[in-house]
């Protein structure tokens, strides 16, 4: 059971726009920022959203985070075959006194 | 441009100890923590603990406490992981990743990772 609570899967067609949720407490989203990886098959995550909000350099901009009390959501934009890999949600707990991630969702394009 | 390099694959048999390694090359190497993070088949992701390679500093998530103990070799840019008491349900992929924090605004991330240590346990 993860600390933080994601969908097991989402799914959009070509140029579609995907959000995936994660939820959290006042521990760990409501007062620390989020940060989104992304994982293909067989690879390492990959850090795609950080602070909340940012992109790393080379992040297309179709990925775009956002954040609303003890949630954040990731949209992904004008959807692409490419896309497909799992996401995960990653954010300090104060409680725990460590780093909590969702349980990961994956993302299919039809 | 920081790149972790880890080391190759290990089979263990239970209650053994395992010890996987994490180079950095490219970049500043004691600035930034190192984290581990853990991968079972077919599931998400879990913290396990960190080090400052600079000070030695280590703390290790509560379920792992007394069984994990993190190292580093500076000379050679080298931090290291050893679990120990394997069991079946320690099989996975290990990962090595840096803690960055940017220049300002507070917030800390995982970014670079090390390409993966899979570990199986088995008798």
């Known amino acids: 059971q993860s600390v933080l609570t994601q969908p097991p899967s989402a799914s959009g067609t070509p140029g579609q726009r995907v959000t995936i949720s994660c939820s959290g407490s006042?521990?760990?989203?409501?007062?620390?920022?989020v940060n989104w990886y992304q994982q293909f098959p067989g690879t390492a995550p990959k850090l795609l959203v950080y602070r909340n909000i940012q992109r790393p350099s080379g992040v297309p901009d179709r990925f775009s985070g956002s954040k609303s009390g003890t949630s954040v959501s990731l949209a992904i934009s004008g959807l692409r075959s490419e896309d497909e890999a799992d996401y995960y949600c990653a954010a300090w707990d104060d409680s725990l006194r460590g780093w909590v991630f969702g349980g990961g969702t994956k993302v299919t394009v039809l | 441009q920081v790149q972790l390099v880890q080391s190759g694959a290990e089979v263990k048999k239970p209650g053994a100890s395992v010890k996987v390694s994490c180079k950095a090359s490219g970049d500043t190497f004691s600035n930034f923590d190192i984290n581990w993070v853990r991968q079972a088949p077919g599931q998400g992701l879990e913290s396990m603990g960190w080090?400052?390679?600079?000070?030695?500093?280590?703390a290790s998530a509560q379920k792992f406490l007394g069984r994990v103990t993190m190292t580093r070799n500076t000379s050679i840019r080298t931090v290291y992981m050893e679990l120990s008491g394997l069991r079946s349900e320690d099989t996975a992929v290990y990962y090595c990743?840096?803690?960055?924090?940017?220049?300002?605004?507070?917030?800390?991330?995982?970014?670079?990772w090390g390409q993966g240590t899979l570990v199986t346990v088995s008798s």
């Open positions: 990743a840096r803690m960055d924090y940017g220049d300002n605004g507070g917030g800390k991330w995982f970014d670079p």
């Open positions: 080090m400052n390679p600079n000070s030695g500093n280590a």
């Open positions: 006042g521990s760990n989203i409501g007062s620390n920022y």
